[in-house]
Every structure is written in C-alpha cells, then in structure tokens.
C-alpha cells in the first residue's frame, strides 16, 4: 500500500492512519497543559520506549507497579493519537507525563501558552535510520520500506513519518525559552544511564538518594527493559508488529548503522547531514561528543567499550600516570618521561608515537595495545578529573605526575587547537569560547574542576609542577621528575634529556609532532599542533575585555586554594 493510503498528512507530516484521526488531532490542538505537565519528545526510534520507563520510575521514587501494570502507550500517552480520547487525561494528578514525536513547528497554542516541561531525546540519525528500516519491516501500517537505499532516501528527503529528522532536530534545537527543555541524546544514556538518571530526576525536581539512581537505572538498562512485557509491545497483535520480521526492541545500542550501511549509503548520508547541519552548532557537541560523568569527551577516540576497559583496567603500584588538562604540556610529558626511564636513550620516542609509547587509557587505542603484558614500570596518561578516576586507580594508588598551566594559555592553545581538529567542536568566536571554556563546556570539563580537583587529591602519590616551571628551567624540573621516578641520572644525562625536550627539538620529532595525523582529522595548515611552546602567549590574543573578564573568573573560582601557581 502508498502513503497516500496508509498514511494522514498534518501540517506537512505523515501520520499512520491507525492511530490518528480528525478526532485525535482536533483533541490535541485543544487539550489543556498544566505548568507542571512533562512532555517527553522524541523522533521515532530515538528512545521513545525507553523515556517511558524512566521517567514514571523517577516520578514514583522507584515504586515499580506503574511500569510491571499498565502498557507504556498508557502510562505515558501520545497525546495526538486515537487512545488519548478515551484515557480521562484531564482528571490524572499531577505531575501528568505525555510524549509526542510532533515536531516543534506542530505544537499546539496550548503548548506555547503554558509552556510545560520538555525533555527532548536525540539520536545519531544514522542509527535512527537503521531502527526505523527495521521498524517499518515489521509493522504493518507503515508502508514497506523497500530496499535499504530506497529507505535511505526517503528517509533523508523526510518522506516518512514524522517527517525529517533534520527539522525535528533543528525546530527543537531552536526552541524559544528553552529554559524549560531539557536535551539529552540516546548515546549519553547508553554511555551512562545512572548519570542521565541524576540529570532527568534535577530536572525534574525530584530528589533521589544514589541507591534509588542505582535501582532505576538498573531497572532501566534494555536487556531488563526488554523483559517487561508493559515495555516491549509483545501485548500488540503480531498481525500489527510482528517481532518475528524484526523485534520491536532490537538491540538497544550506538553505532548499529556501522553493521549496516554501506560504504557509498554512509558517505551519501555524512555529506547529506553535513549540508543539512552546517548551521546547527548546538548540534555540534551530540555529534562529536559523548558524555561520561557529566563531561565531554571525544567520540572519535572514546566508545563504551574503551571506557569499560579504563574502569576495569588493573594498575600495578609502580605504575606511572601523568595527569594534565588539554594543551597543558602533555605531549611533552610523552617525550620527558620515556626519556628519563630509558636513562636518556632515544629509541622508544624516535620510533613510536607518542600516544602509543604513552597512551590513554580511556582511549580505543589502548584496547589493542596489551598494556597487561608491558613491563614494569608502564606509562600511562590522561586528561581525567580526579572524580572520573577508576576504582581500580584509587585502590592502587600509582605515582602520578599532574601538570598544571596558566588557564589562560591553555584557553589560547585549545582555541587554535579546536580550529584545525575535525573531531572537535567549531569554536566559534574567540568570546564565544571563552564563556564555553570559563564554563567548562569543552572536552574534558572544567579547567578549575580538573585543578582543584586533583590539589585536593592529597591521599595519592603525586608529584605537582607546572608548565611555566619547565619553561623557565626545563633541567631543573627533569631533575625534579628523575628523582620522584627513583631513577636517578647523572649531571650529563639531565642535560642531553633536556637538550632533546626543548621545544624546538622536540617539534621535529615525527612521532610526537603529529605530523602522522591525516590531515582531514588535524590540519595543521590550519595551525600547527605544537605551536609555539611559550608562556604568556594569551596576551597576543585576549582583549583588555576578555582578559578581565577571565581574571575575575578566575578569582572568584580559585579563591579557596591554598597553593602557589607560579602564573599568580
């Protein structure tokens, strides 16, 4: 059967007949919001189910008898759909929780008027695409998709229900006072479900002690959640949905599309997604990045399975982590640390890459790098904060170097740095990425986090220095270093380390320099990965505005640390 058959057209979009009437609609364009009603939206395929549960599991501070007695359909309606005639919604207590999949453009006067709560769910739309093809396999009023290519058009030109994806994202991206809508994407909760738990239930005002966050979020995880049969829709009639084409709740992963796309359709649909987002930047971050523990972190080099690996990576007490914020001296450390270990001999830094002879941990790259068979003692790296470290590294306690620098270098060097990444967000304008970075809205969070963080690390074993302080005496602090390493060093040995970790020498390295990099990922045309290598460069770049603005920023954050920087 056609769409024209199978399907209603309101304001533009295609409805499936069978659940949608004049009657729904007219219903919906009239209902009555109250302030507190929550309204979960979503497009289809996108955690629709899933909010169902959770949500409700919130609200009734974990009591499970809603979601083990009444069909999610039920529990938390579409308030456009033939059903909600009939459910009495008007007499419900508050706080009512709806759904809807309309786009922003379809809401009703009611809505804007009242302006309820929104919680408004985003996913990777090439693994929406890869849902809804299966969806459309197995149920029965929705037209046949065809083959996988022919989907895949119609999908992009937003010829199914619904409508596109792109202007659903982009409508409710662009919502007006957006203060009363929460976003949050499938891959946060896939990532971190207790974590999306916490940021649901605040949003929502209402309390949950750690041990309710727990229970909810392991209610919620989808090999539970697919056991409900309130949840998985094994209540429809299989002559509507049949879970013998394709189960209604597959796989509940990120990244399905990767098993299912080809070559040509995946390009087709990046080159299609770019020209059609090139003027979202809020959309930026849920494209790039994920989010563990509240901060942003790199898709390119981080998935759930590199971050189970780091959570559940065994460290050994003679191991040797450095610490840093980004643009905060790292690679350096990669070239100082391998050297001092090898009492100066070069071969390991002049023929292995940096991020492999001292890797992340949390990185995809170290799951095939058999760190558990490296010798002792093994080198280590990451931009973590303190609070995102592993049980394993606090049982452990490793020796652990943590290099800080003048914030307001580290802002100048991670806004080049953001212009010639691909995987990274756009800055933007300078001011633009001073309030993202002052606010910790950049990869790896807070600067002032990150630092008060690990100061305040006082039971581990680490050692403290600063950028600036191997800028201004780079053999004292190889000095300093050897000594906390237990490895000691003769005078001439000190000085060759150093000679060879001097800014100049050291950008001529291959492995360090990053010149290996392909350069749609670092175009360093754009500008250069190691740069320059100095302190104080951020006064050749802020305004007299910008520079106040941040010093006072700075004081009120820092105003409780007891140590000496050497930039103060």
Not at 255 to 282: P, S
Not at 350 to 368: E, F, G, I
Not at 374 to 391: D, L
Request: charged content about 25%; hydrophobic content about 40%; overall charge negative.
């Amino acid at each position: 059967m056609t769409e024209e058959e199978m399907y209603a057209t309101y304001k533009g979009v295609y409805l499936p007949k069978v659940v949608h009437s004049s009657e729904s609609l007219k219903y919906y364009e009239e209902f009555s919001f109250r302030p507190d009603d929550i309204l979960i939206v979503t497009y289809p395929k996108s955690g629709t189910t899933w909010m169902q549960e959770i949500v409700p599991l919130i609200m009734s501070q974990g009591d499970p008898e809603l979601v083990d007695t009444v069909p999610n359909w039920d529990r938390v309606p579409w308030l456009e759909e033939t059903r909600a005639c009939d459910l009495n919604l008007d007499q419900r207590p508050s706080p009512r929780v709806f759904i809807t999949h309309f786009q922003y453009n379809m809401m009703s006067t009611g809505f804007f008027k009242v302006k309820p709560r929104v919680i408004y769910v985003m996913r990777n739309p090439r693994d929406v695409f890869t849902s809804y093809f299966h969806f459309s396999g197995m149920a029965s009023y929705l037209v046949t998709p065809g083959t996988q290519t022919e989907f895949l058009h119609k999908f992009l030109d937003g010829k199914a229900i619904f409508g596109s994806w792109f202007d659903h994202v982009k409508g409710w991206m662009s919502a007006a006072e957006q203060q009363h809508i929460m976003y949050i994407s499938y891959e946060e909760m896939i990532l971190d479900l207790e974590a999306s738990v916490t940021r649901i239930a605040q949003f929502l005002d209402t309390p949950l002690d750690s041990e309710m966050k727990r229970k909810i979020a392991e209610r919620c995880v989808f090999k539970n959640m697919k056991k409900n049969k309130m949840s998985n829709y094994s209540l429809v009639p299989s002559e509507f949905m049949d879970p013998n084409v394709s189960e209604f709740l597959r796989k509940g992963i990120a990244g399905d599309w990767k098993n299912h796309l080809t070559v040509a359709e995946a390009d087709y649909f990046d080159e299609f997604y770019r020209k059609k987002m090139q003027d979202v930047a809020a959309m930026a971050e849920e494209e790039l990045y994920i989010v563990y523990k509240g901060v942003y972190l790199v898709k390119l080099t981080h998935t759930p399975e590199s971050l189970k690996y780091y959570e559940e990576f065994s460290f050994r007490p003679d191991d040797i982590l450095i610490v840093t914020y980004p643009k905060s001296g790292t690679t350096w450390m990669q070239e100082i640390v391998p050297l001092i270990l090898s009492q100066g001999d070069p071969v390991v830094v002049d023929t292995v890459p940096s991020w492999d002879r001292v890797p992340w941990l949390h990185n995809n790259k170290a799951l095939h790098l058999n760190l558990d068979q490296r010798p002792s003692p093994r080198v280590f790296i990451t931009h973590f904060q303190y609070n995102m470290m592993s049980t394993g590294f606090l049982k452990v306690q490793p020796r652990v170097i943590y290099v800080m620098r003048n914030p307001r270098d580290v802002f100048t060097s991670c806004s080049h740095f953001s212009r010639m990444a691909s995987f990274l967000v756009s800055p933007g304008t300078q001011t633009e990425f001073l309030n993202k970075f002052l606010d910790g809205k950049v990869i790896f969070g807070s600067w002032f986090d990150h630092v008060k963080g690990w100061l305040s690390a006082t039971e581990q074993h680490i050692m403290y220095i600063s950028y600036e302080e191997m800028i201004l005496d780079l053999e004292a602090s190889v000095t300093r270093m050897a000594q906390f390493l237990d490895t000691p060093l003769d005078s001439e040995m000190i000085r060759k380390i150093t000679d060879r970790c001097v800014f100049k020498n050291m950008k001529k390295n291959n492995m360090s320099n990053y010149s290996l990099m392909p350069s749609t990922m670092m175009d360093q045309n754009v500008s250069e990965f190691l740069r320059k290598g100095i302190a104080g460069d951020w006064k050749n770049h802020l305004t007299a505005a910008e520079a106040e603005n941040f010093d006072e920023f700075y004081r009120k954050q820092m105003k409780d640390v007891k140590y000496t920087f050497v930039w103060d």
